[in-house]
């Protein structure tokens, strides 16, 4: 018989899993070495938040589970925020974390707390590995984490499962469960109500990103010429200079979209996952057109469902893109001065050095296949609006659990999955914060990583909502008057910059280094208040 840390080894091997990541314990040491002679890498991190994160962007990147690790009690807890994430953006994830002995689970512990508990509303599925359920129990977690929407599940390791004996067996892995394939009545039916509508509307979510149908979605809106809203984490999808780009809802200057949005008489919502943005925060009382994975989360009472497809979303896509055209009465000229309106507005004419100008530099230097990482705060409205993806894929953020720290950690996965590419990530100094211990994970990596932090001394985002209760700031400023940026973080080195000049210099410098560099641009924040939405009460 094999021991049980070879044969989760080649278990992961065999699910296409490359890397776990976490922070190792004495139970996890035999899995370590397991790897150490296999096909799978254990790769150290700094806190284990971020070997969620990582796991979490991998799984995203490469349509497999990422993987990570925790010990009991601190490091399970520390990395239930990771897992959190992959189980709110829908990523395939396998969070392994250390369990007590089952004489042991129910008594008083140093470190032990209940594990399963503490997972069952973060991931689509908690369990115990042992060695009588070794294999199924593992196919299962695979194509529970796969199958839509995709997620995280939870694996406990009893501490002494690395070294039991493992029966031997050969159990293939099941293929993920697919929705089924749209009803024929139902396309007819969408297609009567958009043949009817004077100004349907589509809005396209997240979900649509895990298709890859990306060039029949892009066929249904040429051919329909109706008006594109996306939320945040479907960014991409379309170019905005498209002529039927309405913007972003939720992000800076949504106000300007919804000046098109609130003009729909019809709304076909494309994977629209309202984890990122409930419909009633910005949809008119118009009927709704539903097709994705899941049925519509909305109030019904409220809001009339005219016609719902929960269905294979690929598929669906493909049959709407061989619809015919059908006219309609937007005023798509209208349309353009809005989003020329939107963006001009995103990039203020003023002689403070601010974040719209590390963005446009960033967008002139960067090759187009390069991936910009986003972390959280109010640097997040406005990348999430102005940034211009050249491909679906290439803008990595997160929305629906949406946790300051995710940027760095996203990066270096990102790199980790697409080692020729480059990769950005551009956080505010709150986040950077977080993660600063990364830096060093970046440097033992060898990850050639540009990290932009924008730095304004404050969680600005936070400022500005003190400031607009009428609040005086308070708890809120990250440093004292005798800040100065470092010359380096744990072997990464900076290079600071005050002024859009000196950061165009120091960015082109850092995309040509092999190794990875920390761009410190302090901006001005005040065009952030501008931007962001005040709230409705």
Same mark, same amino acid.
């Given at each position: 018989?094999?021991?049980?840390?070879?044969?989760?080894?080649?278990?992961?091997?065999?699910?296409?899993?490359?890397?776990?990541?976490?922070?190792?314990?004495?139970?996890?040491?035999?899995?370590?070495?397991?790897?150490?002679?296999?096909?799978?890498?254990?790769?150290?991190?700094?806190?284990?938040?971020?070997?969620?994160?990582?796991?979490?962007?991998?799984?995203?990147?490469?349509?497999?589970?990422?993987?990570?690790?925790?010990?009991?009690?601190?490091?399970?807890?520390?990395?239930?925020?990771?897992?959190?994430?992959?189980?709110?953006?829908?990523?395939?994830?396998?969070?392994?974390?250390?369990?007590?002995?089952?004489?042991?689970?129910?008594?008083?512990?140093?470190?032990?707390?209940?594990?399963?508990?503490?997972?069952?509303?973060?991931?689509?599925?908690?369990?115990?590995?042992?060695?009588?359920?070794?294999?199924?129990?593992?196919?299962?977690?695979?194509?529970?984490?796969?199958?839509?929407?995709?997620?995280?599940?939870?694996?406990?390791?009893?501490?002494?499962?690395?070294?039991?004996?493992?029966?031997?067996?050969?159990?293939?892995?099941?293929?993920?469960?697919?929705?089924?394939?749209?009803?024929?009545?139902?396309?007819?039916?969408?297609?009567?109500?958009?043949?009817?509508?004077?100004?349907?509307?589509?809005?396209?979510?997240?979900?649509?990103?895990?298709?890859?149908?990306?060039?029949?979605?892009?066929?249904?809106?040429?051919?329909?010429?109706?008006?594109?809203?996306?939320?945040?984490?479907?960014?991409?999808?379309?170019?905005?200079?498209?002529?039927?780009?309405?913007?972003?809802?939720?992000?800076?200057?949504?106000?300007?979209?919804?000046?098109?949005?609130?003009?729909?008489?019809?709304?076909?919502?494309?994977?629209?996952?309202?984890?990122?943005?409930?419909?009633?925060?910005?949809?008119?009382?118009?009927?709704?057109?539903?097709?994705?994975?899941?049925?519509?989360?909305?109030?019904?009472?409220?809001?009339?469902?005219?016609?719902?497809?929960?269905?294979?979303?690929?598929?669906?896509?493909?049959?709407?893109?061989?619809?015919?055209?059908?006219?309609?009465?937007?005023?798509?000229?209208?349309?353009?001065?809005?989003?020329?309106?939107?963006?001009?507005?995103?990039?203020?004419?003023?002689?403070?050095?601010?974040?719209?100008?590390?963005?446009?530099?960033?967008?002139?230097?960067?090759?187009?296949?390069?991936?910009?990482?986003?972390?959280?705060?109010?640097?997040?409205?406005?990348?999430?609006?102005?940034?211009?993806?050249?491909?679906?894929?290439?803008?990595?953020?997160?929305?629906?659990?949406?946790?300051?720290?995710?940027?760095?950690?996203?990066?270096?996965?990102?790199?980790?999955?697409?080692?020729?590419?480059?990769? =950005?990530?551009?956080?505010?100094?709150?986040?950077?914060?977080?993660?600063?211990?990364?830096?060093?994970?970046?440097?033992?990596?060898?990850?050639?990583?540009?990290?932009?932090?924008?730095?304004?001394?404050?969680?600005?985002?936070?400022?500005?909502?003190?400031?607009?209760?009428?609040?005086?700031?308070?708890?809120?400023?990250?440093?004292?008057?005798?800040?100065?940026?470092?010359?380096?973080?744990?072997?990464?080195?900076?290079?600071?910059?005050?002024?859009?000049?000196?950061?165009?210099?120091?960015? =082109?410098?850092?995309?040509?280094?092999?190794?990875?560099?920390?761009?410190?641009?302090?901006?001005?924040?005040?065009?952030?208040?501008?931007?962001?939405?005040?709230?409705?009460?």
């Amino acid at each position: 018989m094999a021991k049980g840390a070879a044969v989760l080894t080649e278990l992961l091997a065999e699910a296409g899993v490359r890397q776990v990541f976490g922070i190792p314990s004495g139970p996890w040491c035999p899995f370590m070495e397991a790897m150490r002679t296999g096909e799978v890498e254990f790769v150290l991190v700094s806190n284990e938040a971020a070997a969620g994160f990582m796991a979490d962007v991998c799984g995203r990147i490469t349509g497999r589970p990422g993987a990570c690790y925790g010990t009991t009690g601190p490091g399970a807890t520390n990395l239930s925020t990771g897992v959190g994430s992959a189980y709110l953006d829908r990523s395939p994830q396998l969070a392994f974390t250390s369990e007590a002995r089952d004489a042991m689970r129910q008594r008083t512990m140093q470190m032990w707390i209940d594990h399963q508990a503490l997972f069952k509303p973060l991931t689509k599925w908690t369990t115990t590995l042992r060695p009588d359920n070794f294999r199924d129990t593992f196919a299962r977690a695979v194509q529970v984490a796969l199958s839509e929407v995709p997620g995280p599940v939870h694996l406990g390791l009893p501490e002494d499962l690395g070294y039991d004996d493992v029966p031997p067996g050969s159990l293939p892995l099941p293929e993920s469960l697919r929705p089924p394939l749209p009803a024929p009545h139902q396309l007819a039916q969408v297609q009567r109500l958009l043949q009817h509508a004077r100004k349907p509307l589509l809005a396209v979510g997240l979900s649509v990103m895990r298709t890859g149908a990306w060039e029949p979605l892009r066929r249904f809106i040429d051919t329909q010429q109706l008006p594109v809203i996306f939320t945040p984490m479907a960014k991409g999808l379309l170019d905005e200079a498209h002529p039927c780009y309405a913007g972003v809802l939720f992000h800076g200057l949504s106000d300007i979209v919804a000046q098109t949005n609130q003009q729909a008489d019809l709304v076909i919502a494309l994977g629209y996952d309202p984890v990122e943005f409930n419909y009633e925060d910005w949809m008119p009382k118009s009927p709704l057109v539903s097709i994705d994975t899941l049925p519509a989360d909305i109030d019904r009472s409220t809001y009339a469902v005219a016609s719902e497809l929960v269905c294979d979303l690929r598929a669906a896509i493909e049959q709407l893109a061989a619809f015919p055209r059908f006219g309609n009465a937007w005023d798509l000229p209208a349309l353009a001065r809005r989003r020329a309106q939107m963006f001009a507005a995103l990039m203020p004419d003023t002689s403070l050095f601010s974040p719209h100008h590390v963005l446009a530099i960033m967008r002139e230097l960067m090759p187009r296949d390069a991936i910009l990482t986003c972390d959280v705060g109010a640097h997040t409205h406005l990348i999430g609006q102005l940034w211009r993806p050249y491909a679906p894929g290439n803008f990595i953020m997160t929305n629906g659990w949406s946790s300051m720290g995710f940027g760095i950690p996203a990066a270096l996965a990102a790199k980790l999955c697409w080692p020729h590419r480059a990769v =950005a990530c551009v956080t505010g100094d709150g986040g950077f914060l977080m993660m600063v211990g990364e830096m060093a994970t970046a440097a033992r990596l060898g990850l050639p990583v540009v990290f932009v932090v924008l730095t304004d001394r404050n969680l600005q985002l936070i400022k500005i909502k003190q400031e607009r209760r009428g609040y005086p700031q308070y708890g809120t400023a990250l440093y004292t008057d005798a800040y100065r940026p470092a010359p380096q973080y744990f072997g990464v080195p900076v290079i600071a910059a005050n002024d859009a000049h000196a950061f165009h210099e120091a960015f =082109a410098t850092a995309l040509t280094m092999s190794e990875p560099v920390i761009v410190e641009a302090v901006v001005d924040p005040n065009e952030y208040d501008a931007m962001i939405l005040k709230p409705h009460k």
